[in-house]
């Protein structure tokens, strides 16, 4: 299996790729989807690329590059009952969810758009722009990755 790729969002204002950035690297937890969270589960591999995208903003887009930097493990904020992301049916023994970690690689000089990606024929198919798609964590094809990096160098 070769290197995979990814989009993985985040609301600015509670994580963007400024904060990833300054971290280095940082686990990518509170995933509550069960085919998101089966992606980082069983297909995720260090090393993977990833798009960062900032959601429920404006406008909405893919701000920078970041990469895989350590494989599933147990999300740990299922744990904590003083998270948001408490789950009383998770545990460090039989974790019903996972998160990956995260380093930094690039932040763009610009947010490529989600209006600069809709109607693109270079991104047909791509799960993003699908009607009702909101699922926080996409595979990407490794031609809608190059793509989307050459519209941020462009």
């Not at 693109?120 to 990755?145: D, K, M």
Request: neutral net charge; charged residues 30%; glycine residues 8%.
């Amino acid at each position: 299996m070769g290197k995979k790729y990814w989009l993985m969002k985040s609301e600015p204002g509670v994580f963007s790729i400024d904060d990833l950035k300054e971290k280095g690297r940082e686990p990518w937890d509170g995933v509550r989807n069960y085919q998101a969270r089966n992606f980082m589960r069983d297909e995720m591999k260090i090393g993977d690329g990833v798009l960062f995208y900032h959601s429920a903003c404006n406008p909405p887009g893919v701000a920078g590059l970041a990469e895989v930097s350590k494989e599933a493990f147990g999300d740990f904020t299922a744990w904590d009952a003083d998270s948001p992301y408490y789950d009383p049916k998770s545990s460090p023994e039989n974790p019903r969810w996972v998160m990956v970690e995260v380093k930094f690689v690039e932040r763009f000089s610009k947010i490529i758009s989600l209006d600069e990606l809709k109607g693109r024929q270079e991104l047909e198919g791509f799960r993003l722009l699908q009607r009702g798609n909101r699922l926080s964590i996409l595979p990407v094809s490794p031609a809608q990755f190059r793509f989307i990096i050459s519209l941020a160098k462009s």
